[in-house]
């Protein structure tokens, strides 16, 4: 027999309001999906405009207009911390000319889905077709992979357009992306990447042919380094095997994502935030593309006010309250605006006094332990808010442009007690591989040991977890092959 017990208990959960979410959704944006957001604003509000209101002097404090200022609000244009060190610019002094000049250093490269699309244009194809095509681009991962299963993505589009789509259908559409360039693109894993260069190369080349039925039928004896194996099962001595593998080596696995290709995934890269190092050792933080200027139609707020002056008809309450809602609307776009400026400007300046060291030099050895809770700390806002600032986020410095989620690591202490990033520790183990014996590579143990003696204590298995983080084979894969073809 189920028995049913009743208990009252207490339970903290984070809980964000509507206006919090709404806030992170305008924190996300970077500068070009925030203006085509002003601009798509403005046309559905007829109260809202953009640029510097045109407001007379002597006017009455209580007016609409006086309102919607008090309601959005200006930042202090400059202000310093307790130490001195740091000085806190809302906007760049020099307006669009500034922003002209920090602009002509950016990437001006179209983004990759873009290219496909222009590609796809050129082709005859039905407008069902193109349809598939294009949302098989639109699913490419920034490495032009397709990581969604076609049965997935067959359900997606056929309840986004209630149309009827079938796997066999987008099966067929993946073949048209495939054929596009990048060679490579579209597709599902590593070796269908390589399967699909390879099959470009594979009739003027007999080791482009013999690398095409390595990858096809024995990968993994590959990926083991399983020489002997290969040349059995193939058929072939170790010279041939050497020159396909020599082939395979020459390929991209990232077809939008290293050498000529880079062009294909650079976007246009505009950065959010100006951060000058000054000649007392201070620094100087700002919006690179300046505040965002909105303010409330004069023109609505005076028919406004004659509307409130006559409330006569039905008619004109009717008005009243439909341009009431439209400013209400525009106050709450405008106020949000404004603390998106805000709390990416007071996370950009806790940043900077976090990592000086690292703002006055470029030296990422420099960077000190970071992670979004110091920066939350810092600040008196939540890690969420930290994460949409600084994962999507650039800034222009004297030494180049950076992306903010670079600058966090977490750290471990060597054996002098001094902290050092895990970027460090990659970097060490990398340069330890770089310089290993081809013959005698490194184990994962020898590694530790080698850091060790180094003053950096880190376990076996975590050095192999950082190892992995870098696509590092271990070291049976790591062994060249002309030792074993010598042995």
């Known amino acids: 027999m189920l028995r049913h017990n009743q208990q009252l208990g207490q339970k903290q959960l984070m809980k964000l309001s509507p206006q919090q979410i709404q806030l992170l959704n305008f924190i996300q944006l970077n500068s070009l999906e925030l203006e085509q957001r002003i601009k798509d604003e403005i046309e559905e509000n007829l109260v809202l405009e953009a640029g510097v209101a ?16 008090s309601a959005s609000g200006e930042a202090d244009e400059r202000s310093e911390d307790e130490e001195g060190n740091l000085e806190y610019i809302t906007a760049p002094d020099s307006g669009a ?14 983004k990759f889905r873009e290219l496909l699309k222009e590609q796809l244009g050129m082709m005859s194809l039905p407008p069902r077709e193109r349809l598939l095509a294009g949302y098989l681009v639109d699913s490419l991962d920034d490495d032009g992979y397709l990581r969604i299963s076609l049965a997935d993505l067959a359900d997606d589009l056929s309840f986004a357009h209630n149309i009827l789509v079938t796997e066999t259908e987008l099966d067929d559409e993946l073949e048209t992306v495939q054929g596009l360039d990048p060679v490579g693109v579209g597709a599902r894993d590593l070796r269908e990447c390589l399967l699909l260069q390879l099959e470009v190369l594979r009739h003027d080349s007999p080791d482009a042919e013999l690398a095409c039925r390595i990858l096809d039928k024995h990968l993994n004896d590959l990926a083991g380094h399983h020489y002997e194996k290969l040349t059995a099962a193939l058929d072939i001595n170790m010279t041939q095997l050497k020159c396909a593998i020599d082939v395979i080596e020459k390929l991209n696995p990232r077809p939008v994502g290293s050498g000529t ?17 000054t000649v007392d050792g201070r620094f100087r933080v700002g919006l690179a593309q300046g505040s965002a200027e909105l303010h409330l139609s004069s023109e609505m707020l005076e028919n406004l006010e004659a509307m409130y002056r006559d409330k006569s008809s039905k008619q004109t309450r009717a008005a009243v309250q439909y341009l009431r809602s439209k400013v209400d609307s525009a106050l709450w776009f405008m106020e949000m605006v404004r603390q998106r400026e805000q709390s990416m400007l007071k996370t950009m300046q806790a940043l900077v006094q976090l990592q000086p060291e690292y703002f006055r030099s470029g030296d990422a050895k420099l960077l000190r332990p970071m992670i979004l809770k110091d920066v939350a700390e810092q600040i008196g806002l939540d890690v969420s808010t930290i994460s949409r600032v600084t994962s999507t986020k650039y800034a222009i410095t004297d030494f180049g442009i950076i992306h903010l989620k670079a600058l966090f690591h977490q750290g471990i202490a060597k054996l002098d007690g001094a902290m050092v990033t895990n970027q460090e520790i990659s970097d060490r183990i990398a340069a330890l591989i770089a310089a290993e014996d081809k013959n005698n590579p490194f ?11 180094t003053g950096y204590i880190v376990a076996r298995r975590t ?14 894969m790591r062994k060249s092959i002309q030792h074993v073809q010598a042995t």
Do not use: W
């Not at 045109?54 to 200022?69: H, I, K, L, N, V």
């Not at 000319?97 to 179209?110: G, I, M």
């Not at 020898?446 to 003696?453: H, Q, R, Y």
């Not at 050095?463 to 049976?476: D, G």
């Open 54 to 69: 045109q407001q007379e002097s002597g006017e009455d404090s209580d007016s609409p207009a006086t309102r919607e200022e």
């Open 97 to 110: 000319a500034e922003k002209t000049d920090y602009s002509s250093n950016l990437v001006q490269a179209k």
């Open 261 to 277: 290709s880079e062009l294909f995934k650079n976007q246009n890269i505009i950065p959010e935030f100006i951060v000058e190092a």
């Open 443 to 453: 184990t994962d143990q020898d590694l530790a040991i080698a850091l060790a003696e």
């Open 463 to 476: 050095v192999a977890k950082y190892r992995e983080a870098m696509h590092i084979s271990i070291a049976k």
